[in-house]
C-alpha cells in the first residue's frame, strides 16, 4: 500500500506539474535537452573545482574543529580563558551566515594589501568555509566527547594517566567513532556550500551555470550543475545511513 499510494502521489504531481497552462514555457527554459548537452561539459569541468575545495576545506575543518571541541572541554579554572574563547568562535561563525563570511574575507582581505596575503578568490572562500564549518563541527565533536561516561575518565586517571593521555587514549577515540554519522551530514551541507564560492568569481558549478544562462537565456545549465551535486551527495547520504544502521545493530548486539 505504502509502495502504491507513493506511485500515485508521485504521479498525480507529475500531470499535475506537465498539464498547467505554463508548462511548455517552463520545460523549454529549464528542461532543453540541447542546452543540457551544450552546457554539462563546461560545468562538469567547473565542477572539479568544488570537488577541490570540498576535499582541502574537509581536512582543515575536521583537525582545526577537534582542536577547538578539546579546548572547550578542558577542565578547571585555568583554563577558563581558553574556553571562553572557544565558546565566542562558536557562537559568532554559527550566527553569521556563510555568504556573508565569504563576502567579507574574499572582498576585505585582498583589499589590505598587506605582503604575502593571497588574492586567490578561491583561496579566501576555502577559508571562510573552514571557519564557519568548524564551529558546527566542533560542536559535533564535542557532543560526541561529552556523551563518554566520565567514568572512563575516572578509571584511565586511576590507572596513572594524565588528563590528556586518557583524552587522548580514551575518551577521543570513542568520541569520534561516535559521531561519523553527524560529521557525513555536515560535510553533505559542505559540498554543497562550495557554491557559495562562486559568489567571489571563482568559476565553479553554479557560477559556470549563470554564465551559460546568461549567454543562452536558458535555465537549463542550473538543472544541469544541480544534478552533479545530487549525483555526489546522494551516495554519502546513503552512505551515512549505512553507517548510522551498523552502528545501531552494533549497540543492539552489545546490549543483548
Not at 571541541?69 to 559568532?92: E, N, Q, T
Not at 550543475?225 to 553507517?243: G, K, Q, S, Y
Amino acid at each position: 500500500m505504502a509502495v502504491v499510494s507513493t506511485a500515485v502521489f508521485f504521479t498525480l504531481v507529475g500531470l499535475a506539474i506537465t498539464h498547467a497552462p505554463g508548462w511548455p514555457e517552463v520545460r523549454r527554459t529549464f528542461f532543453d535537452w540541447g542546452q543540457f548537452k551544450g552546457s554539462l561539459p563546461e560545468i562538469s569541468h567547473a565542477f572539479l573545482l568544488n570537488v577541490k575545495i570540498f576535499c582541502i576545506a574537509e581536512v582543515f575543518i575536521l583537525v582545526f574543529a577537534l582542536l577547538l571541541a578539546v579546548i572547550r572541554s578542558l577542565p578547571g579554572p585555568a583554563a577558563l580563558p581558553l574556553r571562553l574563547v572557544g565558546i565566542a568562535y562558536a557562537d559568532f561563525f554559527r550566527g553569521v551566515p556563510t555568504i556573508l563570511v565569504i563576502a567579507m574575507l574574499g572582498f576585505g582581505a585582498p583589499a589590505l594589501r598587506l605582503h604575502h596575503i593571497p588574492l586567490s578568490t578561491t583561496f579566501w572562500g576555502i577559508v571562510a568555509l573552514v571557519l564557519v564549518y568548524t564551529a558546527y563541527v566542533s560542536e559535533v565533536y564535542r557532543a560526541g566527547i561529552e556523551s563518554v561516561h566520565h567514568s572512563q575518565t575516572a578509571a584511565a586517571r586511576s590507572l596513572g594517566l594524565t588528563h590528556w593521555q586518557a583524552l587522548r587514549t580514551v575518551v577521543l577515540p570513542q568520541a569520534v567513532r561516535r559521531v561519523i554519522p553527524p560529521l557525513l551530514n555536515d560535510f553533505i551541507g559542505l559540498q554543497k556550500d562550495t557554491a557559495l564560492v562562486g559568489f567571489l568569481g571563482s568559476v565553479e558549478a553554479f557560477k559556470q551555470s549563470q554564465i551559460d544562462a546568461a549567454a543562452t537565456f536558458n535555465y537549463t545549465s542550473y538543472v544541469a550543475a544541480a544534478l552533479l551535486f545530487v549525483a555526489l551527495t546522494i551516495p554519502l547520504a546513503r552512505f551515512t545511513d549505512w553507517l548510522v544502521l551498523r552502528d545501531r545493530r552494533r549497540r543492539q548486539a552489545v546490549g543483548a
